[in-house]
């Protein structure tokens, strides 16, 4: 249950489901390509065990399921949702923005958001209204005029009631990798998106993958992982529970504990086992720490090195002077500084968002953010004084590569 982990190891074991369910995958992007709704509601039967007569869910359900869901829960997922907003509107940048550059040269950059975008919410073992508002709150705040959301029947009614918080236009009841095949493809009941966000398991990773080129994705992300980054001034108790708060998400979720004192690893080893036989979810947070331990360094230098090359969904720093460590990491995708930040806090109600790259590929793209959800055009306002600045350059360089129109295109502006 906590062991020494050989790191390139583990590192290969977070992508090592991804091949062996491509070509289910593509079975089943195949078959709703080709067969639209019918394949929803097929591949629901089989998978979900549910015969399903409606794939839309309606005004009327979303309204009930107000009913269901206890008030303060309620009162809470309004909270969450504020905060989730206020800190997403910080990154939003300008519509247009224009700068003269030089006489008769003014230069820019024009964000528009996307028309419509389509946000996957898994469901199975628990409801997940976090990652409902974390998906589609930043899409809202970006200015996206429809989105929709596909999540596995059936549905929570606490996940419908985020959902209803955050303004999603639609809401249809599939689930998998044939959800994300029906928002990238479209079908007779789900219109067709331009970008998929959201995290699912191996099966929705996968489809996300494979589908790239039908709808753009946000990133990979499959079973939660966290780091912990550890020196001999951390609370036992506090990382223990950081590690059981991500071992109880999934089975094949994944935790390792970067420390320079073996007696951290030691201690924080014996409050996991305390906790993991009190969990709730104990069957789950066993498998999951089945794959998860420790890893004793050298000194800081190394920790830090170390966390990099796993690039983590979630870091967590406990050291002495956390801060400092900070400003050297350079790949991870959400990081909780000092003590008192539990991974949790940015799960639900911080304002940061928790759906973020995972298997190492924090090394390669960025948590989500309003960003994901615009498009940026650069805008160039040319006068006869800027055409004369740079034309010289412009006819040289076209001419050099041989490509006579494009300095011609110039001349004849200069000669006019």
């Known amino acids: 249950m906590w062991q020494a982990l050989d790191i390139e190891t583990w590192i290969a074991g977070r992508r090592s489901d991804l091949d062996r369910v491509k070509e289910p995958v593509s079975g089943i992007i195949g078959r709703v390509r080709a067969e639209g709704d019918a394949a929803l509601l097929d591949l629901t039967k089989k998978f979900d065990k549910i015969d399903l007569e409606e794939i839309a869910v ?4 979303r309204e009930a399921a107000y009913e269901e869901v206890d008030a303060r829960l309620v009162e809470s997922l309004i909270e969450a949702e504020a ?22 040269i ?7 958001p996307l028309s419509r975008i389509g946000a996957y919410v898994p469901g199975g073992r628990a409801a997940y209204p976090s990652t409902a508002l974390m998906c589609t709150v930043p899409a809202k705040v970006a200015g996206v005029a429809e989105i929709c959301c596909c999540t596995p029947p059936p549905i929570n009614p606490i996940t419908l009631v985020a959902l209803d918080i955050a303004g999603v236009d639609e809401v249809y009841r599939v689930g998998g990798a044939q959800a ?24 929705v990773t996968v489809a996300k993958m494979l589908l790239r080129d039908e709808a753009e994705i946000d990133f990979p992300a499959g079973p939660s992982e966290i780091a912990i980054l550890a020196d001999n001034t951390a609370n036992p108790t506090f990382v223990a529970a950081d590690i059981l ?15 320079t004192d073996a007696s951290i690893a030691d201690r924080v080893g014996a409050e996991v086992k305390r906790m993991a036989g009190e969990a709730k ?3 789950i947070v066993e498998k999951a720490l089945d794959h998860s331990g420790y890893i004793i360094v050298r000194d800081l230098d190394e920790g830090v090195a170390m966390v990099d090359g796993i690039a ?20 991870a995708g959400s990081i909780f500084v000092g003590p008192y930040a539990a991974v949790a806090c940015g799960d639900y109600a911080s304002g940061t968002n928790h759906v973020l790259p995972t298997a190492g590929y924090a090394s390669l793209y960025s948590g989500l953010d309003v960003n994901h959800f615009c498009r940026r055009s650069t805008v160039q306002v040319i006068t006869r004084e800027g055409l004369e600045a740079i034309g010289d350059v412009v006819e040289t360089i076209a001419d050099a590569e041989g490509l006579h129109a494009h300095a011609e295109s110039v001349r004849v502006r200069r000669r006019g």
Not at 180 to 203: H, Q
Not at 245 to 257: F, I, M, R
């Open 245 to 259: 708060a991500q071992a109880e998400h999934d089975p094949n979720a994944a935790c390792v504990l970067v420390t």
């Open 180 to 203: 994300i095949a029906a928002m990238a493809l479209g079908t007779e009941t789900v219109p067709r998106v331009e970008k998929i966000v959201g995290p699912g398991n191996v099966y």
């Open 281 to 283: 979810r104990r069957e």
């Open 83 to 104: 905060r989730i907003s206020r800190f997403h509107e910080l990154q939003r940048g300008r519509d247009l923005w224009l700068q003269e550059v030089e006489p008769g």
């Open 106 to 112: 003014t230069l820019g950059v024009k964000t528009t």
């Open 58 to 61: 309606t005004d009327e359900e």
């Open 312 to 331: 983590p969904e979630h870091l967590s720093v406990q050291v002495a002077d956390p801060l400092s460590v900070l400003n050297r990491i350079r790949s």
